[in-house]
């Protein structure tokens, strides 16, 4: 364990993969509460919904309608934040201008797929099992392989361990502009800002390289150079898998741990063990041991306040089209950032000092870690009471 004192006092605790820092205040969990509380979640929902946009054979919001599908499926989004195509917009060349240096803006391209992980409308990835999370995986992996550069390392690995681009509708051609990144993510729960509880993701793909993958891309290059070609995150999910005291899940190919620097109350990571640069490197034991390390944390967090536990998650990965130093310094991880704090009604915000100064968490991700190790088992509206 780490040492005792940091338990009851303040610290600071850095954070290697975005070169920042963040207060730990443990003492803190004593305080009592009497801030906004959400609404704990009791709704329960039907199978078939016919005013959802997303069930199999309903009409969505612009009128196109969607197939009898029984596994995944994957549109492009009826309201995508980028466009594939748009006015040109050419910055102004000149830049010995005060309003040059400082009134910035550059043009971005991009298409946003929207991802349904199962038929059902009442279920969550916490109520699927692995072998039903497997087809989202193959999903992702899919439109990855469908959009990376074929100059990329990794257009060779794709054409060796992954399916051929699917048929999806929206994952044919596209314009001639080669996309830099893509962010696959999902937000669960009003609380995080869905705007429909049917079971779906979201795949963001742009021209521009995104500030928070761009920030880990420099940290984790910027490892590889001062430690001799070391990858930083397969070093640290050999220290977590040695030291246990953070880790909440792990199997031959994925560990599930409270990051060392982690912000949210129960945030968590899902790192590969051996360096895997993106999706497309994984072999079907990969999928298999993935989709096994998605259902377990899910319903760890759904088990933890008894109720649909929202949050924020992501895949980082490779960008689409690097260099092959870029390449090569990324590891495969998947992000979770949920905001509930104490119970399934007391949230936590970032405001005040962490807006104006740094992240600060109460509880540590060592207690964090301990919790949620003690939520596994049956998810818990699954059993009879």
């Not at 919001?61 to 040109?88: H, L, R």
């Not at 992702?140 to 060779?156: E, G, R, V």
């Not at 049917?198 to 021209?207: E, K, L, S």
Request: with cysteine; net charge negative.
């Amino acid at each position: 364990m780490p040492d005792g004192t940091l338990d009851d006092i303040s610290h600071r605790r850095y954070n290697p993969l975005r070169g920042s820092w963040i207060l730990v205040s443990p003492h803190r969990t004593k305080r009592p509460w009497q801030g906004q509380q959400e609404a704990a979640s009791k709704t329960t929902l039907p199978e078939y919904d016919p005013s959802c946009y997303l069930c199999p054979s309903n009409r969505r919001a612009q009128g196109d309608t969607n197939p009898k599908y029984e596994s995944t499926f994957v549109f492009v989004n009826d309201y995508s934040a980028v466009k594939e195509e748009q006015a040109e917009y050419q910055p102004p060349e000149d830049n010995s201008t005060i309003s040059s240096l400082l009134l910035k803006a550059e043009p971005v391209t991009g298409k946003c797929h929207v991802v349904t992980f199962s038929p059902k409308h009442n279920l969550t990835l916490a109520d699927l099992k692995p072998s039903q999370i497997l087809p989202v995986i193959k999903t992702w992996t899919q439109l990855y392989t469908a959009h990376l550069s074929p100059k990329s390392p990794l257009a060779q690995a794709a054409g060796a361990t992954t399916l051929p681009p699917s048929s999806h509708e929206g994952s044919g051609p596209r314009t001639n502009a080669q996309y830099k990144y893509m962010q696959i993510f999902e937000n669960k729960g009003a609380a995080m800002g869905c705007s429909n509880p049917h079971p779906h993701g979201q795949i963001w793909t742009t021209t521009g390289l995104p500030e928070e993958p761009a920030a880990e891309l420099a940290q984790l290059m910027k490892y590889k150079r001062e430690q001799g070609g070391m990858n930083m995150l397969e070093d640290y999910a050999s220290l977590e898998v040695e030291k246990q005291e953070r880790v909440i899940f792990c199997n031959d190919s994925f560990v599930t741990v409270c990051p060392w620097w982690a912000t949210w109350p129960f945030e968590v990571m899902i790192l590969a063990r051996k360096h895997k640069r993106a999706l497309v490197d994984f072999y079907d034991e990969d999928r298999e041991h993935l989709a096994a390390a998605i259902a377990d944390i899910t319903r760890r967090y759904d088990n933890l306040f008894e109720t649909h536990f929202p949050y924020s998650m992501g895949l980082h990965q490779a960008p689409l089209e690097g260099t092959d130093a870029e390449i090569e310094a990324c590891h495969f991880h998947i992000h979770f950032y949920p905001p509930l704090l104490r119970n399934a009604t007391v949230k936590k915000f970032l405001v005040g000092y962490e807006m104006m100064a740094e992240p600060q968490r109460d509880i540590t991700p060592e207690q964090a870690a301990a919790r949620l190790r003690d939520c596994g088992g049956e998810l818990y509206r699954n059993i009879v009471k």
